[in-house]
């Protein structure tokens, strides 16, 4: 090759190179060995690194992917499979975390793979301003970020839920009251691609079985005396979630209907004669252990295979305990800001009474009471023993713990209805500690109705 042409082949790569590093995509591409031989600068932005970080080096020994999610550039590479659009998050060597749209495709010599490419859209910013959105927006929104625990039970659900922000088949999430079901299922809904829709969540114990259905599926003008034409939770949840809260409370004849609708992704408004398209996943949740749920009819077998496509399983706090300490820290922030304290954490012994503590209301009820201790607490740093609430104390320093059979009120300052406000909250914990947290058991032990019991629930705190 004579002068003239290597100066016109210097001119075409200087080219080629300006040409890379003037498009406003990251460009990044490997050999057959794994290693970096191209990578533009639109792509050092995106992942805050000089050329001298990753050329000639092994991707993998430079960033670092979750097990759930492998570098896609990799995967073209030993698959030889295109893939496109497909968002990935990952850490670079300094820890920063990094969120990409990629389309990675193979390289190929003579039918051989020879390497790989990905040209990647930075979206690392947008990701971080949605999910401060989210975390600002008045209504409670939920992320995974707000999820604490360091434990292995925990991380195990946050990871398979995390994975089931990518589709929208229903999900049943199974736990006691209290653990946290609705901020797991939000968590999903913000996560995944619905998260621009609304999120519409519904107790269903919490409403009478003669009004949920057209609560659910909504009404046509005429279909009863005083009907207007309003749409159901169905309807108004439509491109977005929909939270069925203790779906094993629905009677048979509603879960029937609720089944047909998830089966033809379409709704008919009682008194309508014509059926509505919707495009809305189902979450849903359960207190009790499904499979109990289903051989005592309280939930139809059909509906539970459909809801439970995925089927999450959140741990009690009694089976986390190494997450108490940092739940505990959380809720003292949470509450130093809402009530405009300063209180630094909790003494030693205190720590070990509520590791002792088998916390049968979880963390919710861990929350409460950091909750009532901070509100009676006067000027103190750290919250000691005697900031506790009685219950806490009676129990774990020898003192006797109330009981329903000692009414007698205390140097008398109590009035009768305190007293019977006192006995009724401590009965009703009782009950419901006895029957793990089952709503509906519960309340029939009680002899109460499950609204009347959920009022209850609210009404004591618990």
Not at 258 to 277: F, H
Not at 285 to 304: G, M
Not at 402 to 417: A, G, M, N, Q, Y
């Amino acid at each position: 090759m004579n002068t003239k042409d290597d100066q016109s082949l210097d001119r075409m790569n200087q080219l080629y190179e300006n040409l890379l590093n003037e498009v406003d995509v990251g460009i990044h591409v490997i050999n057959d060995k794994g290693k970096t031989i191209i990578y533009n600068k639109k792509m050092m932005e995106i992942e805050a690194m000089g050329s001298e970080d990753v050329l000639d080096k092994d991707l993998l020994d430079v960033f670092k992917f979750s097990e759930s999610q492998n570098s896609t550039l990799v995967n073209a590479l030993k698959t030889g499979k295109t893939t496109q659009n497909v968002k990935q998050t990952y850490f670079n060597n300094k820890g920063k975390e990094i969120t990409t749209i990629n389309n990675s495709f193979p390289i190929k010599e003579e039918g051989k793979i020879t390497g790989a490419i990905e040209i990647a859209k930075d979206v690392t910013q947008l990701e971080r301003v949605i999910k401060e959105n989210v975390i600002n927006k008045q209504n409670g929104k939920f992320t995974f970020e707000q999820i604490i625990g360091q434990s292995q039970l925990i991380n195990t659900v946050v990871d398979e839920a995390k994975r089931a922000t990518r589709t929208s088949s229903s999900v049943l999430v199974v736990g006691e009251t209290g653990t946290g079901k609705e901020l797991f299922a939000q968590s999903i809904h913000n996560g995944s691609d619905r998260s621009r829709a609304p999120f519409i969540s519904q107790n269903c114990a919490a409403i009478p079985d003669s009004l949920m259905e057209s609560l659910l599926f909504g009404t046509k003008k005429g279909a009863f005396t005083g009907a207007i034409d309003r749409p159901g939770l169905f309807e108004q949840a439509d491109g977005g979630t929909l939270l069925l809260d203790e779906v094993n409370s629905l009677e048979p004849a509603l879960q029937a209907k609720l089944l047909r609708v998830i089966q033809d992704k379409s709704i008919r408004r009682v008194g309508d004669m014509k059926d509505k398209e919707v495009d809305v996943r189902i979450i849903a949740t359960i207190n009790e252990d499904p499979v109990d749920a289903v051989a005592n009819n309280r939930l139809r077998k059909d509906l539970y295979y459909r809801l439970s496509v995925v089927t999450l399983f959140i741990p009690p706090l009694r089976k986390r305990k190494e997450d108490i300490s940092l739940l505990t820290q959380s809720f003292i922030n949470k509450y130093n800001h809402l009530f405009n304290m300063d209180i630094k954490g909790i003494s030693e012994e205190v720590n070990q009474l509520l590791q002792q503590h088998e916390w049968p209301g979880n963390v919710r009820e861990l929350e409460h009471t950091i909750e009532g201790t901070m509100n009676l607490i006067m000027g103190e740093e750290v919250i000691t023993i005697q900031d506790l609430p009685g219950r806490f104390r009676n129990r774990y320093q020898g003192e006797k713990e109330p009981s329903i059979e000692e009414s007698e009120p205390s140097e008398s300052t109590k009035t009768l209805r305190e007293k019977m406000t006192e006995v009724e909250k401590f009965y009703v914990q009782q009950v419901l500690a006895k029957n793990n947290n089952n709503i509906s058991r519960a309340a029939k032990i009680l002899g109460i109705s499950r609204q009347s019991l959920q009022y209850r629930l609210k009404k004591f705190n618990l």
